[in-house]
């Protein structure tokens, strides 16, 4: 019980820092450039309500609420993108994974926007192959979201100013979402571990 308990307790701590991190980001956004579109009201709505999946007593956990919450908050970021940046960031996620999985490890970190960039330098050393390394070891530790696959079926991207949220499915029916910034024109990713949205 007590290892159940010290457990809960770390989930719920880590998605709260989790929503707190999207909604200082959604607080910091810059404003919309003229490459986004009004979002569906209609369709932020239909997947906030998909069902969660669970006993009414596990969906009243404070970690559980804290997930919902941030899933909400990322539906609803920003605008709809326009067609082109959508596809420009679902190229950049899905060609790092590609590269991830047969181990391309320097050409995966070109994918990755500069503050994450050095933060798998801090971890592997200098350079482009010390980020490779980087790169290998938080691929290694990352919870990576379950169902994360090389395939990435679009669905949209959240975007606000040169922040937004590529939401897509992996093959296995998981929706996923990926934080991505924008930098020197192209869509790049903010992390390696993408928020799980929804199941099929």
Do not use: H
């Not at 609420?65 to 082109?84: F, N, V």
């Amino acid at each position: 019980m007590r290892g159940r308990r010290r457990t809960g307790g770390r989930f719920a701590l880590a998605v709260a820092i989790g929503v707190g991190f999207v909604l200082a980001i959604a607080a910091c956004g810059g404003s919309s450039t003229g490459e986004s579109e009004p979002a569906s009201t209609g369709q932020a709505k239909s997947e906030e309500s998909a069902p969660a999946g669970g006993s009414t007593r596990e969906a009243s956990s404070p970690g559980v609420r804290a997930l919902a919450q941030l899933r909400a908050s990322i539906l609803r970021y920003g605008k709809k993108a326009t067609e082109p940046a959508t596809a420009a960031a679902a190229q950049s996620v899905s060609a790092f994974f590609v590269d991830s999985k047969y181990k391309a490890w320097g050409a995966a970190c070109s994918y990755l926007e500069s503050g994450m960039k050095k933060r798998a330098q801090l971890i592997g050393g200098r350079g482009d192959a010390g980020c490779g390394r980087g790169v290998e070891a938080l691929m290694t530790t990352a919870t990576t979201a379950e169902g994360e696959s090389t395939i990435v079926r679009v669905k949209g991207l959240r975007r606000q100013g040169g922040r937004g949220f590529l939401i897509y499915e992996t093959e296995a029916g998981k929706t996923n979402a990926m934080l991505m910034i924008l930098e020197d024109g192209k869509w790049k990713l903010a992390g390696v571990n993408p928020t799980p949205l929804f199941s099929s």
